[in-house]
Structure formats: C-alpha cells, structure tokens
C-alpha cells in the first residue's frame, strides 16, 4: 500500500503555490471569511448552496493569488473527483433504500428494533447498528444504506427523527475514524507501524464511549432545540404510505441491507487469504469494490425484495427512476463542497496553515491530531486528512519514545473528523437527507463531529499515562 509522503496527497495541480506565498495569518484569514460568507448566505441571505459553494470557492481562490484561467478547472477537478465516487453511492444506496422501503423491509426491521429495543432504546440500537455497518464501509456508504431505516424507524415509533439518525451518523464516524479496518485507519497503521489486533482492541474500547457521548446521549439534548420545520421530500418518500401485507422475513431483509458490507469486509482481508495479483486476490476486490458491492447489493433487492413481493419490472424501474429525483441537490452540493476544498488546496491556504502547525512545538500525540484537524478543515475530506497527518508524523513517531503507534493512529483519527466542516460531502449529506438548515447542520452535526475529534484527544491523552 502507498502511503503518501509530505503533502502529496495535497498538491497534485498545475498551479504552484509555493510561487505566490502568503502568511499564516492571511491563510487563515481567508479561509475564515469564506467559510462565514458561506454561512451567512445561505443562512440569512437564502441564496442557493450550490451557487454560493461555487462563487464563494472562485472569489477565495483568485484573492489567495490563483490565476483566473486555472481557477475553474480547480473547482471542477475537485467536484468531479468526489462526485465520482461519492455521486455513485449516493444513486445505488437510493436505490436500495427504495426497495428496503417499499417492499416493508425497512419497517420489518422497524418494527423487530423498536420490539427487541423498545421505543425507548431505538437510539441506542441505532449507534450499534452503525458502529458495525461502519467497519469496513466509508461513512457515506453506510450513511446512504441506513438513512431509510432511521426514517422508518422515528415515524414508526414516533420520535424525533434526529434522536434516531445523529447517534447512527456518529457511530459511522467514530469506526470511520478509529477503527480497523476502515481504510483510513488502515493508512495511519501502515504508517505509524502500529499493530491491527491492538488497534483494534484500542479503538473499540475508547471509540464505544465516544459514539455513546457524541450519539444517543447528545442527540438526546439537542433533538428538542431543533425542530425539523421544512419538508423532507426524502423522508416522505419512505414512511408516507401504509407497510405492505407481504413483508419480507427479518433474516432476508438484513441479508440483502448487509450484503455490500461484507462483500467489503471480503475485500479488506483479500491480501491475508490469498496472494495479491492472483486471480483470486483480484476478484476479491473487485467484488468488494464499493460501487461494484452496491450496485450487486441493488441487483439483488431487484429479486429478493421485488420480484419475489410481486412487483413487476415496470413497477421496480419506476421506484428506482423516482428515487433519483430528490438526490439532485444533494449531488450537486456534495460536489460543490469537493470544488471548495480543492480550491483550499490548490491555492495554497491549506498548506500553509498545515505548515504552521508542523513548526509548533507540541507532543507528538497532540501533533499528530493536530495536523489532522487542520487537514480535515483546510481539504474536508477525512481519509486525506487522516493519511496526510500520519505520513508527516510517521517519521516524527519513528524518533520518539514512549508514545504507542495505536494510540498515534487513533488520535489522528479522531482529529480527521473535527468540526464536520461545509467541504466535506458529509456536511451535505446531514443537511439534505434530515431536512436541516445550514444553521441547524452546524448545531448538530458539526458539534457531532467536534465532540468526537476532542473526546477522542483526551482519551488517548489520558490512555497514553498507562499506554
């Protein structure tokens, strides 16, 4: 596995900062008024998100000292690259939450939670349902797979819908972040040369009291302060209608809804049960291919919660054609907040302020999270964040003495995911499938998401005294 070296991973583009060098200050400045001009007028002003992302990221990148004629192309590389990957999940988990939907998958598994939980529990079935669809799938795959049940499950139950979908949002988070063998953390091992059976024990044991703190206990909190007021077209297409008679079985449904996860997990273990370049090795990761894992999870459904409920073709193409429609926005946005992070990188911003932060003088377990955390907001994206900081402190770790690799890891993972920034595709995602406002967004999941980042800090300092 390639691990990136400096800020590879950050300045793959024609244009080179280095040629137009700003101060730290001025870098941080500018971000700062960017992301608040993004605030205020979506917020207060209610201009369109998509149009505001692309004007706000075009302005911060000619202020920054980018050239006019590679200030679009910027923005472009950076929407098409996380459209590519992130486009194709969100279409193919529709799909599928559409089938889990209409064939009452959803509200089999609805109803077999909220009986085995109880109403009062759904919350904390919810976290653990997502801590372990969250292993091995990147946390906007298991966001898409899941979204339909919490919809489900908070009108079946009649409780808020964020008390049911934050503690599921925050426990993707936490596996996403700390671990193994989520690919993110599967870079920061390799590395920091950290063992993957201690990790593992290590990130189970300090991620399950995060994802308690950050999901059911604060969704608890902050579920009453904010009223979801506006329409969820989303939300609608999945509970406005009677359950069907002819459900499928519970063990069917969660079959089908678990499939992509562990044609994922097949693929995280490909290199230890056969030899890579093998023909084996290469159809395991084909199969396990998050896209090729969806789109055989969505086949599937096609038969097993379709053709075998007594749907027509005709029926099953209309559910899938009409599901597509509400996603436009959210395409659009997650892409939009991929061209803004590029253009962070591309014009310098980010490596500066990541810069300033490497000259700090601070303990190497707070480095380490530190440079994740300016990662993370600089690029939005928290693979990037977390491969990029533990490639920089690796070689810091390699000369120190007396710090735990596996703590290394997950404290750089916990600072991959701070502030839940607007550049990131997991912002959008919140705020679109849960009906919220950019306001309401922040307070939620961007306090989710801090939680996590600073909970994970302090017990990996506190750890670190018996570590």
């Not at 063990?251 to 097949?266: E, G």
Request: charged content about 10%; overall charge neutral.
């Amino acid at each position: 596995m390639n691990i990136p070296t400096g800020f590879d991973t950050l300045t793959e583009t024609r244009f080179d900062p280095r040629d137009h060098a700003m101060s730290a200050l001025f870098a941080i400045s500018l971000a700062s008024a960017a992301i608040l001009a993004i605030v205020v007028l979506i917020a207060y002003f209610r201009l369109n998100p998509f149009i505001v992302l692309f004007t706000t990221s075009l302005a911060l990148a000619l202020a920054a000292g980018m050239p006019a004629d590679k200030v679009v192309k910027s923005f472009e590389e950076g929407a098409g690259h996380v459209l590519g990957h992130v486009g194709t999940v969100i279409a193919l988990g529709t799909m599928l939450g559409k089938m889990l939907a209409e064939s009452g998958g959803a509200d089999r598994i609805a109803l077999t939670i909220s009986n085995r939980a109880g109403r009062s529990r759904v919350d904390w079935a919810m976290m653990i349902i997502g801590l372990l669809i969250g292993l091995p799938v990147f946390f906007e795959v298991g966001f898409v797979l899941l979204i339909p049940l919490a919809f489900v499950l908070a009108a079946r139950t009649d409780m808020p819908l964020l008390r049911v979908a934050l503690p599921m949002g925050a426990a993707l988070s936490v596996t996403h972040a700390m671990i193994p063998p989520h690919p993110a953390t599967l870079l920061a091992l390799s590395a920091y040369h950290a063992n993957t059976g201690h990790t593992i024990f290590l990130g189970i044991l300090i991620g399950t009291p995060i994802a308690i703190i950050a999901g059911p206990l604060f969704a608890r909190f902050i579920a009453p302060r904010v009223p979801l007021t506006e329409a969820n077209p989303l939300a609608e297409q999945f509970v406005n209608r009677e359950p069907p008679k002819n459900m499928p079985g519970f063990a069917i449904t969660v079959f089908t809804i678990l499939s992509p996860v562990v044609l994922m997990l097949v693929a995280s273990v490909a290199d230890r049960v056969s030899a890579p370049g093998t023909t084996l090795n290469t159809a395991l990761h084909f199969i396990g291919n998050t896209d090729i894992a969806l789109v055989l999870a969505v086949i599937l459904s096609f038969y097993v919660l379709g053709l075998a409920r007594g749907f027509s073709r005709e029926t099953i193409l209309h559910f899938t054609n009409e599901c597509l429609g509400p996603t436009a926005l959210i395409m659009l946005l997650v892409g939009a907040g991929g061209g803004f992070g590029r253009e962070l990188v591309d014009s310098g911003v980010s490596k500066v302020i990541t810069d300033t932060a490497l000259n700090a003088n601070v303990p190497i377990l707070v480095l380490g999270w530190l440079l994740a955390v300016i990662v993370r907001v600089a690029c939005g994206s928290a693979t990037v964040a977390m491969s990029t900081a533990s490639s920089i402190a690796g070689p810091i770790l390699l000369k120190s003495h007396g710090v735990s690799p596996e703590l290394m890891v997950l404290v750089t993972g916990a600072g991959s995911v701070a502030f839940g920034p607007m550049n990131d595709a997991g912002f959008w995602q919140i705020k679109e499938y849960l009906g919220l406002t950019v306001p309401q967004t922040i307070k939620t999941w961007c306090v989710i998401e801090t939680l996590i980042a600073f909970l994970g800090l302090g017990f990996c300092l506190l750890a670190s005294l018996v570590i």
